[in-house]
């Protein structure tokens, strides 16, 4: 934990910055933890939790519609790959899809509190052509909402 906080005393918002969008970019890395200490570190006067959570948003707006973008260009096989992560690819795919296609875009706004959903559901709506001012609202909703719950934890 001292080394998070050193990382995030010297680097600031950079290092959320860095955190989040390599996490949605689909490495494992853990970016929640960062986001509760940020926070933590801006009830203690540091960088302004507002600032935390508009870097962290727009960290994964970048990764989501990168991923976005790559599943309306390459479809089913960018899934395929995001999947080959997982234990059983099919039923990645198919679990993802039924997902989808139950809630809809909706599903977009709590995508990033599903392991593995949340880097394989914007990947889908580009596959699935959901309109891209659409996808932009749902994903920046959800972003907002996981990095606020996140962030919150270490303020409150």
């Not at 509760?36 to 600032?51: E, F, K, R, Y």
């Not at 394989?120 to 891209?132: C, E, N, Q, S």
């Not at 749902?138 to 409150?156: E, F, L, N, Q």
Request: positive net charge; glycine residues 10%; charged residues 10%.
């Amino acid at each position: 934990m001292e080394h998070l906080i050193a990382l995030l005393q010297q680097y600031g918002l950079g290092f959320v910055f860095a955190n989040v969008l390599a996490l949605q970019a689909g490495l494992p890395l853990p970016a929640y933890p960062t986001l509760i200490v940020a926070g933590t570190l801006a009830a203690m006067g540091g960088s302004p939790v507002w600032q935390v959570l508009a870097v962290g948003v727009v960290a994964a707006l970048i990764a989501d519609t990168g991923w976005y973008m790559a599943g309306r260009r390459f479809g089913l096989r960018i899934l395929a790959t995001l999947c080959k992560m997982s234990l059983s690819q099919d039923s990645c795919v198919r679990q993802t899809e039924s997902i989808f296609q139950r809630f809809g875009p909706a599903s977009m706004l709590f995508a990033k509190f599903v392991p593995g959903f949340d880097t394989v559901a914007p990947a889908l709506a580009g596959l699935m052509r959901m309109d891209l001012l659409r996808f932009s609202l749902w994903t920046s909703a959800g972003a907002v909402v996981a990095v606020m719950c996140s962030a919150a934890r270490g303020h409150g």
